[in-house]
């Protein structure tokens, strides 16, 4: 686990472009959850990615959606907000198995039991002061290998 200080909303979109640069260049079933309470940065750092994999415009949350599908140079991205969802089943109203291609980046991913142990890599913003401090640990052994490229 690596811990950093994100002292404004540059800094979080930093290390969205970092992460994304360090991905494979097929990240297709590839899944980051980003933790972190009300207005930590999950979405800024979501957002910083999905423009980092060459989207132009604008990345609505996914709040009321749940999800935001994209398709980015022939890569599946989907941007996940399970804040909604309240337990596992419900992830079939969102066709979960058919989202399982692409690359998953996924706020809110503690409302969903056992989706830890699925993922590659955790993204934990919280508070700390004006700015954010990240926590960016790895959780598979791909995600293992991803890290060690960009944490330095
Ligand atoms: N490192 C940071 N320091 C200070 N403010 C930040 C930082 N990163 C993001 N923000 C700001 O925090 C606010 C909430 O961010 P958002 O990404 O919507 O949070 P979340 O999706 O976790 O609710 C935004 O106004 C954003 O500009
Ligand atoms: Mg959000």
Known sequence: MKSMTLADEAATEKLGRDLTAALPEDAGGWMILLRGELGAGKSTLARSMIHALGHEGNVPSPTYTLVEPYHLNG???????????????????????????????????????????????????????????AEVSAISARGTVMLEAVLL
């Open 75 to 133: 890569l599946a991205v989907y941007h996940v907000d399970l804040y909604r969802i309240s337990e596992s089943s419900e992830l079939e109203f969102l066709g979960w198995s058919d989202l399982r291609d692409g690359l998953l980046l996924i706020e809110w991913p503690e409302r969903v039991e056992g989706l830890e142990a699925q993922a590659d890599v955790l993204v934990d913003l919280s508070y700390r002061g004006e700015g954010r401090n």
